[in-house]
């Protein structure tokens, strides 16, 4: 799954294969067709309507014990963080303390 989804464009089915380093095409054929089937699925179940809201973030990430000394990089790229990217919807209000006054 991960070679399927690391580039922009598709990968196919023969460049898997020779990724994988697997001397037969078809059972990697029939692996590729079935996880772009069950990628597509999941798509279709989990799309956003509405107002959409889209955010990066850095995650602080754990360094092994055994790559703590070595020197790291600083800002962006660094390897104690790693960048998260996240979208939500919502549904747009109005005016939200019109709601607030009626109620108290």
């Known amino acids: 799954m991960h070679f ?31 996880l772009r089937d ?15 809201e889209l955010d990066n973030a850095f995650i602080t990430t754990l360094i092994p014990e055994d790559r703590k000394d070595e020197p790291l990089k600083r800002g962006a790229g660094s390897q104690k963080q790693s960048k998260v990217v996240a979208m939500t919807e919502s549904e747009f209000i109005e005016n939200p303390c019109k709601e607030k006054n009626q109620n108290g």
């Open 38 to 52: 069950v990628m597509g699925k999941r798509d279709d179940i989990y799309s956003l309507s509405g107002q959409v």
């Open 4 to 34: 399927l989804t690391i580039t922009k464009k598709s990968f196919s089915s023969s460049e898997l294969q020779r990724q994988l380093g697997h001397k037969r095409y078809q059972p990697i054929w029939e692996l590729a067709n079935k």
